[in-house]
């Protein structure tokens, strides 16, 4: 399995952007499909954005679409989430994670710990 380990997470005020880093861990990072999961204090962990090994299929969750950008280094075993006009509702606990399709979505398989993201009004 391949270990993931999340940085980047912080204090922003809305409007401002963060860049999340996820660096894995293992020789067969390339051959994963990877992406970002949050949670939301309260509410359940939800599905943000994924890229495939490629990098040629990326899926965006409705709420961050045009305003987060996922992307991959294959070569340095990195995943990243780009994320711009952030907004309060954006708060939460960032994970990157091994994905796997599930009907219309994606579901987690290898987790990272999280980062924190907090954005105030």
């Known amino acids: 399995q391949v270990q993931l380990v999340e940085s980047g997470g912080g204090w922003v005020q809305a409007g401002g952007s963060l860049r999340l880093s996820c660096a894995a861990s293992?020789?067969?990072?390339?051959?994963?499909?990877v992406g970002w999961f949050r949670q939301a204090p309260g509410k359940e962990r939800e599905f943000v954005a994924a890229?495939?090994?490629?990098?040629?299929?990326?899926s965006y969750a409705e709420s961050v679409k045009g305003r987060f950008t996922i992307s991959r280094d294959n070569a340095e075993n990195t995943v990243y989430l780009q994320m711009n006009s952030l907004k309060p509702e954006d708060t939460g606990v960032y994970y990157c994670a091994t994905v796997h399709p599930e009907g219309s979505s994606w579901l987690g398989d290898s987790w990272g710990q999280g980062t924190q993201v907090t954005v105030s009004s």
């Open positions: 890229k495939s090994r490629s990098g040629v299929i990326t």
């Open positions: 293992g020789r067969t990072f390339s051959s994963y499909t």
